[in-house]
């Protein structure tokens, strides 16, 4: 006869989950620790990236030369007991490049001959795309699959990916020639695009003392794999109520042009809005933040300090935009002018 599990008591599963969301916080702590040893200022990209991590988004980074994209995730990777892999994206890269490819393998006792599959650089915990945008768009395409599903199909047969699994890509903004756009699809499978801008004039100084001295001490990794996927889990877990969702979605869905909702700015400057992973993708962020600030629940405040990493990526603008230079960072911040969070909330 078979038994089956009592259930284990809702009160002790809530204690677990305080003390994980406890860890979660020292996690934070000792990653920013190490991080400080190599990165200088930069605290908005940080908790970004942070945030991405401890909820299992992908991250696009976007900056001029020299302002430490690859240096940050090679850093981040460094204080992870994950493991990295970086794809220097080229306009010669094939999809097999990354995913990896078949080949023929010959057993010198028998003679026989078999297709083996060989992991591509893509079969890591942590991913680093160096300059995405370098390379052709069915070269890009192959990193579909690989960031919604978490597995890679070669030959009609699907080999997964080992959990936790993120792409961070990087990307220069400034220089077009060479270069390929991202379609639009694998725009919205990254959690945000974050952009790095130029440091203060104290933090460059700084710079540029910590790198003409001699080098810091090795970095310690901080965390592990299955703590990692335990905050993944966690963070799902995390209330958000139905105001807060609904603002989220309103917030997104002002940024179509034909919604009733959308600011004069929108149906002027924008072509196509937010699609419906906007708002996924803010709430899920929402409850990374939240317990990274020490709460448990989500607030407005976490909706809109997201809100322009969430959406700058995901929504396209017209020719209007183009010739008279207004950025989607300028038509968020309207957005969140226009649309109101609900009386007695803030």
């Known amino acids: 006869m078979t038994t089956i599990p009592a259930e284990r008591p809702k ?6 989950d305080v003390a994980l969301a406890e860890r979660l916080r020292t996690a934070r702590d000792a990653i920013m620790s190490e991080l400080r040893h190599v990165i200088v200022g930069q605290e908005e990209v940080i908790e970004q990236a942070l945030v991405a991590l401890f909820s299992g988004g992908n991250c696009l980074i976007l900056g001029a030369p020299g302002l430490a994209k690859t240096l940050l995730v090679q850093t981040l990777s460094r204080v992870l007991d994950l493991t990295f892999s970086r794809i220097q994206f080229t306009p010669d890269l094939m999809p097999s490049d990354i995913t990896g490819t078949d080949i023929l393998q010959i057993d010198n006792a028998t003679g026989h001959r078999s297709m083996v599959f060989a992991p591509g650089p893509i079969f890591a915990n942590v ?3 160096d300059e995405i945008n370098r390379t052709p768009p069915k070269t890009q395409a192959a990193l579909l699959e690989v960031m919604q599903e978490h597995r890679v199909t070669v030959q009609g047969r699907v080999y997964p990916l080992a959990e936790p699994f993120h792409v ?5 903004p400034i220089e077009l020639e060479g270069t390929y756009p991202l379609p639009e699809a ?3 499978r990254f959690m945000f695009e974050i952009v790095v801008d130029y440091l203060s004039e104290d933090d460059e100084v700084q710079v540029v003392r910590s790198t003409t001295a001699p080098a810091a001490g090795r970095l310690r990794p901080v965390v592990t794999g299955d703590e990692l996927l335990a905050f993944h889990q966690l963070v799902r877990r995390v209330t958000v109520s139905d105001a807060v969702a609904r603002y989220a979605v309103n917030l997104t869905r002002a940024s179509r042009p034909a919604e009733a909702s959308a600011p004069d700015e929108v149906k002027r400057y924008v072509a196509f809005g937010a699609s419906v992973r906007a708002p996924q993708q803010l709430v899920l962020a929402g409850k990374a933040r939240a317990l990274m600030h020490g709460r448990y629940h989500v607030g407005f405040e976490d909706i809109r300090a997201l809100a322009r990493p969430v959406l700058r ?3 396209i603008m017209n020719f209007h935009a183009q010739s008279e230079r207004v950025t989607t960072d300028s038509v968020i911040e309207r957005l969140l002018k226009a649309v109101p969070v ?3 909330s803030m």
């Open 127 to 129: 991913v680093l795309a």
């Open 342 to 344: 609900p009386a007695g």
């Open 11 to 16: 009160l002790e599963t809530q204690q677990d």
């Open 313 to 315: 990526h995901r929504i």
């Open 168 to 172: 961070f890509a990087t990307q220069n």
């Open 186 to 188: 694998q725009l919205d």
